[in-house]
């Protein structure tokens, strides 16, 4: 019984420990962007690595899940003889909803866990501790390009995945299924206004922060995990952990971001 | 001692778990001399360092850097403590995505704002110095262990340091190597005046280079003495790790000495 309380204990002052640090960790890395001196080259680098190489995937997955929505959406709409609305439709739930979660969580996948793999690969091989060791701050140097290249990709990227998906809809809706072509881009121009676009942004922006700081945080923190977060093993459980954990988030937030902002 | 001292551990404990490793230990480094510290594997040398550069801190006790507590001091004020450092760690340490010439010179382009062509200057400089001229474009998992070393020297020295702190710089070095090296630290400190704190295995021949020898062991510094005082410690403990690492010859002959001394 006691043993049973002692866990639980535990369980409560490891997370509650945790999330302290991981709210530090943010805020040290924030600041840090703001200090002197200002280096464009570190920058451009992780907007090549964060950015340029999901622009893929983002191309991929934006054109599929705007084909699967004209198909969808035309033929639900077809039951209600509104396929005329199939534009906005499928721009409005790509703009507000798909396009920012969706390019969310591609990122996850492919940038997350590579900084998380990254920066504990450099903790557990003390190359965090020779950074320190040098008065080089490590927060400067590591988190703050990536912080700066993730909220500059990730607008960028899921204005990418929007437009993508548009004609992806647009193709299956117009070219496939025989909707109006000039109905499709007009109820899309009416429908969509700059709050949806606004909403899409806050989005995107958020979710970009959200990935870098729970990636980067968790493969900073390696050594102080759980169960022990050793060499090659401990690495790859703690990317995992970031990659699930950053997913669960940006749902999450999307739910609450919402709420807020509809 | 004239001399003040620029690191004092005071107390100093540590325990991981139920492992007490370091039980009180207690050291002053003095300023501008080297400081070697010896004893048996996993004692805690490397622990000791870790305390002194900060990244550990300790149960108990007080470590001073420039009478200056490092358990009370804001991070900035560490980081100012941490410019005056030059490390090398046991395993080197490298950043290992980034080339051997980057190596170098990240603390000249992060710290310093000289121009590329300086920082070459520089960086050819010392790695010409620990003799690793060619392997400028190669990155860390491409040389060898010792070479990595002499990387990590090479980077601990290139912004020429108040103090440096090497763990077992030489080992995995050939004799001509590790002597090279002893050479390049002697130029480098009469030049410099560094103060140096040194872990090493290299006994005895560090003790020609060292001016205080410090032995750790079961968790405590036994003593701190000069290389001559510490061949003739009368400490028992001393005394069994002088024999074992030197042989019993090595201190015959210099008791043959003294006895030889006494006779006249
Ligand atoms: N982070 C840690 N967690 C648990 N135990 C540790 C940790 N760091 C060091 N130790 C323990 O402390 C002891 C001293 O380690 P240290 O690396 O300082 O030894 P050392 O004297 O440098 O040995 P060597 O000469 O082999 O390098 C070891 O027994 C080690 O198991
Ligand atoms: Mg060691």
Same mark, same amino acid.
């Given at each position: 019984?006691?043993?049973?309380?002692?866990?639980?204990?535990?369980?409560?002052?490891?997370?509650?420990?945790?999330?302290?640090?991981?709210?530090?960790?943010?805020?040290?890395?924030?600041?840090?962007?703001?200090?002197?001196?200002?280096?464009?080259?570190?920058?451009?680098?992780?907007?090549?690595?964060?950015?340029?190489?999901?622009?893929?995937?983002?191309?991929?997955?934006?054109?599929?899940?705007?084909?699967?929505?004209?198909?969808?959406?035309? #033929?639900?709409?077809?039951?209600?003889?509104?396929?005329?609305?199939?534009?906005?439709?499928?721009?409005?739930?790509?703009?507000?909803?798909?396009?920012?979660?969706?390019?969310?969580?591609?990122?996850?996948?492919?940038?997350?866990?590579?900084?998380?793999?990254?920066?504990?690969?450099?903790?557990?091989?003390?190359?965090?501790?020779?950074?320190?060791?040098?008065? @080089?701050?490590?927060?400067?140097?590591?988190?703050?390009?990536?912080?700066?290249?993730?909220?500059?990709?990730?607008?960028?990227?899921?204005?990418?995945?929007?437009?993508?998906?548009?004609?992806?809809?647009?193709?299956?809706?117009?070219?496939?299924?025989?909707? #109006?072509?000039?109905?499709?881009?007009?109820?899309?121009?009416?429908?969509?206004?700059?709050?949806?676009?606004?909403?899409?942004?806050?989005?995107?922006?958020?979710?970009?922060?959200?990935?870098?700081?729970?990636?980067?945080?968790?493969?900073?923190?390696?050594?102080?995990?759980?169960?022990?977060?050793?060499?090659?093993?401990?690495?790859? !459980?703690?990317?995992?952990?970031?990659?699930?954990?950053?997913?669960?988030?940006?749902?999450?937030?999307?739910?609450?971001?919402?709420?807020?902002?509809? | 001692? #004239?001399?003040? %001292?620029?690191?004092?551990?005071?107390?100093?404990?540590?325990?991981?778990?139920?492992?007490?490793?370091?039980?009180?230990?207690?050291?002053?480094?003095?300023?501008?001399?080297?400081?070697?510290?010896?004893?048996?594997?996993?004692?805690?040398?490397?622990?000791?360092?870790?305390?002194?550069?900060?990244?550990?801190? %300790?149960?108990?006790?007080?470590?001073?850097?420039?009478?200056?507590?490092?358990?009370?001091?804001?991070?900035?004020?560490?980081?100012? @403590?941490?410019?005056?450092?030059?490390?090398?760690?046991?395993?080197?340490?490298?950043?290992?995505?980034?080339?051997?010439?980057?190596?170098?010179?990240?603390?000249?382009?992060?710290?310093?704002?000289?121009?590329?062509?300086?920082?070459?200057?520089?960086?050819?400089?010392?790695?010409?110095?620990?003799?690793?001229?060619?392997?400028? #474009?190669?990155?860390?998992?491409?040389?060898?262990?010792?070479?990595?070393? !002499?990387?990590?020297?090479?980077?601990?020295?290139?912004?020429?340091?108040?103090?440096?702190?090497?763990?077992? %710089?030489?080992?995995?070095?050939?004799?001509?190597?590790?002597?090279?090296?002893?050479?390049?630290?002697?130029?480098?400190?009469?030049?410099?005046?560094?103060?140096?704190?040194?872990?090493?295995?290299?006994?005895?021949? @560090?003790?020609?280079?060292?001016?205080?020898?410090?032995?750790?062991?079961?968790?405590?510094?036994?003593?701190?003495?000069?290389?001559?005082?510490?061949?003739?410690?009368?400490?028992?403990?001393?005394?069994?790790?002088?024999?074992?690492?030197?042989?019993?010859?090595?201190?015959?002959?210099?008791?043959?000495?003294?006895?030889?001394?006494?006779?006249?």
């Amino acid at each position: 019984m006691l043993r049973l309380f002692e866990a639980i204990g535990g369980f409560f002052l490891y997370n509650v420990n945790q999330l302290g640090r991981l709210g530090i960790f943010l805020f040290v890395s924030l600041v840090s962007i703001f200090k002197p001196p200002y280096k464009v080259s570190p920058v451009i680098k992780q907007i090549y690595v964060i950015g340029s190489l999901s622009i893929f995937v983002i191309l991929f997955t934006g054109a599929f899940t705007g084909m699967v929505l004209g198909l969808q959406g035309y #033929n639900t709409l077809k039951k209600f003889g509104s396929e005329g609305l199939l534009g906005s439709a499928v721009a409005l739930s790509l703009i507000r909803e798909l396009g920012p979660v969706l390019a969310a969580l591609m990122v996850t996948g492919r940038a997350g866990s590579a900084i998380c793999a990254e920066i504990g690969i450099m903790r557990i091989s003390e190359q965090i501790d020779a950074l320190e060791c040098m008065a @080089i701050d490590p927060h400067k140097y590591i988190m703050a390009p990536k912080f700066l290249a993730a909220v500059i990709s990730m607008p960028l990227l899921t204005a990418i995945f929007d437009v993508i998906g548009i004609f992806g809809g647009y193709a299956i809706g117009v070219g496939l299924l025989g909707a #109006n072509e000039g109905a499709f881009f007009s109820s899309m121009y009416k429908d969509v206004e700059f709050d949806d676009i606004y909403m899409g942004l806050v989005k995107s922006l958020v979710f970009g922060l959200l990935i870098v700081w729970i990636c980067s945080a968790k493969g900073y923190f390696v050594h102080l995990e759980r169960g022990g977060g050793f060499g090659a093993e401990g690495v790859s !459980r703690v990317t995992t952990t970031a990659v699930v954990l950053s997913s669960v988030a940006i749902l999450v937030f999307d739910y609450f971001l919402t709420s807020v902002l509809i | 001692m #004239n001399a003040r %001292p620029v690191i004092q551990l005071i107390d100093v404990r540590k325990s991981f778990g139920s492992q007490e490793v370091l039980r009180g230990v207690n050291l002053s480094v003095v300023e501008g001399k080297t400081t070697v510290i010896v004893g048996g594997s996993g004692q805690g040398k490397s622990l000791i360092l870790k305390h002194i550069l900060g990244l550990v801190k %300790p149960d108990s006790g007080q470590v001073l850097v420039y009478g200056k507590d490092l358990s009370r001091i804001s991070g900035r004020e560490l980081q100012e @403590i941490r410019m005056n450092f030059g490390v090398l760690f046991q395993n080197a340490a490298l950043f290992d995505s980034m080339t051997v010439y980057d190596n170098v010179a990240l603390p000249l382009r992060e710290r310093t704002r000289l121009s590329e062509e300086e920082i070459r200057r520089i960086v050819t400089e010392k790695l010409e110095m620990m003799d690793l001229e060619g392997s400028e #474009n190669k990155y860390p998992a491409q040389i060898s262990g010792g070479m990595r070393k !002499r990387v990590g020297l090479a980077r601990a020295l290139v912004l020429n340091p108040k103090i440096v702190f090497f763990d077992e %710089p030489t080992t995995g070095l050939d004799v001509a190597k590790s002597n090279e090296i002893y050479r390049v630290f002697f130029r480098t400190q009469s030049i410099l005046g560094y103060t140096a704190v040194i872990v090493s295995h290299d006994v005895p021949k @560090i003790l020609k280079l060292a001016d205080y020898v410090a032995l750790l062991h079961q968790g405590v510094i036994q003593d701190c003495l000069t290389p001559e005082e510490f061949q003739l410690s009368d400490n028992p403990v001393i005394k069994e790790y002088v024999e074992t690492t030197m042989g019993a010859i090595y201190t015959s002959e210099i008791l043959e000495e003294e006895d030889e001394k006494d006779r006249y």
